[in-house]
């Protein structure tokens, strides 16, 4: 088993940080909210003081954190993380961030004789927490191998889709298809219930039919439809609205960056962005559905 340097103790970092001590893994752990550092040191982990603690010892260090901002902010500079770590520790950041960032901190990395990987994931905080993420990796075939068995502890799927920031590319492709695809199928069950159609019946027969998705089938934006959809408990927990306007805005950048024409996913964002705007920036994306039908 590995000692394992983990970063960021939030919704989806928590239960992956839990899924590694379940593995026998030994972690020590840093969050900047000591609450989160708590509940990991009380499953097993050991808390650190802050990052450059965390990595002390670390065999591998593994990130989970919201922003390009702040991926960038622990790892470079003069002090930045990667002036502490030793050189062969490998190195795994699964946050979703700037494909741009990822390949500036996996250069500094490689600089400094670290292994890098860019590895955000899919499947969300339910995901994470049942151990059955998946992977989409960027960095070298050689560093996957090595960081193999601590993904397979807390996912089931590892796609290794390209260099340094192509597993960014890559997640950015796959979320704004998830981000397009609930806000239309919001759009179509407000529809239906406007026509004074059961929501419950008409996601159920989309979900056996050509209008079928993860929307419909894990989380379905209409109240009462999924029990265990965030949708079902005012919209609380899951993926929050602001992550997927953040991961439109960055698909948005990535297809200016190569001249891509992407008119549905900025239509998505602008949709997420009234949604934030409207309250809800915290909630759980689905609760877009909120623009179409206010009463759902």
């Not at 590995?2 to 752990?29: D, E, W």
Request: charged content about 15%.
């Amino acid at each position: 088993m590995s000692r394992i340097a983990f970063i960021g103790l939030g919704h989806m970092g928590g239960p992956m940080a839990t899924n590694l001590l379940k593995a026998g893994h030994q972690l020590r752990v840093f969050d900047l909210v000591a609450a989160s550092v708590e509940q990991a040191a009380a499953r097993g982990a050991v808390a650190a003081v802050n990052a450059i603690d965390a990595v002390a010892g670390a065999e591998i260090v593994i990130s989970m954190l919201p922003a390009s901002r702040h991926v960038e902010g622990l790892y470079l500079g003069n002090d930045g993380l990667l002036s502490h770590i030793p050189a062969g520790v490998l190195v795994i950041d699964c946050s979703t961030i700037a494909p741009a960032s990822a390949q500036k901190v996996a250069k500094a990395a490689t600089e400094r004789g670290l292994a890098m990987l860019d590895a955000p994931v899919s499947g969300g905080t339910a995901g994470a927490a049942a151990g059955t993420l998946t992977f989409i990796v960027g960095g070298q075939a050689e560093t996957l191998e090595r960081a193999r068995p601590v993904f397979s502890a807390m996912g089931k799927n590892i796609f290794h889709v390209g260099d340094s920031g192509a597993g960014q590319v890559a997640k950015l492709c796959n979320n704004m298809a998830l981000g397009v695809i609930m806000a239309v199928t919001g759009e179509a069950l407000a529809l239906g219930a406007a026509h004074g159609l059961d929501a419950k019946v008409l996601s159920q027969m989309m979900a056996v039919s050509t209008g079928r998705s993860w929307a419909t089938e894990v989380c379905n934006p209409w109240p009462g439809v999924l029990d265990n959809a965030p949708a079902s408990r005012g919209y609380s927990g899951g993926f929050g609205n602001d992550l997927m306007l953040k991961d439109l805005g960055l698909a948005a950048e990535a297809a200016v960056s190569v001249g891509a024409s992407v008119p549905l996913g900025e239509l998505a964002r602008n949709l997420y962005a009234l949604n934030s705007k409207a309250g809800r920036g915290g909630l759980d994306f689905s609760s877009v559905v909120k623009l179409l039908a206010p009463d759902s």
